[in-house]
């Protein structure tokens, strides 16, 4: 297989959904994952996988149980597995995510916004 680039904007610009991941890469049994958020998402944790969210464009707040954690363009967090945690966007923000292909978007916690299948773009 021939590596190609990828184009970020290229691919947000594919959708307008929220809270829907979308597989743009594969890496050793990791996804890269683009998804944009607006408003709140569920409290939730992985038992088993660590997240890396990233800023792409906009800003969020990583709500965690003793804190929140401001996050604009250019910066990440990485969530260790067992954390809880619930990502809120006041305003539309473009976030890369780099995480075990095994994760589900709302871990422990299975709801209207879990998504199972997750769209390769």
Known sequence: MTPQKISIKEKLDMF???WNPKIVGDLNNQHVKLVKFK??????????????????EGEFDMHFRDKIVKLTKNE?????????????????????????????????????LTKSALEKI
Request: proline share 5%; no cysteine.
């Open 76 to 112: 990440f967090i990485i969530v260790p597995r067992g954390i809880e945690h619930k990502p809120v966007a006041k305003d539309e923000v473009s976030v890369l995510l780099f995480e075990p292909n095994t994760t589900l978007n709302t871990g422990n916690t299975v709801g209207e």
């Open 39 to 56: 408003g709140e998402f569920v409290w939730h944790h992985h038992e088993q996988e660590d997240e890396m969210f990233l800023v792409i």
């Open 16 to 18: 307008s959904d929220y």
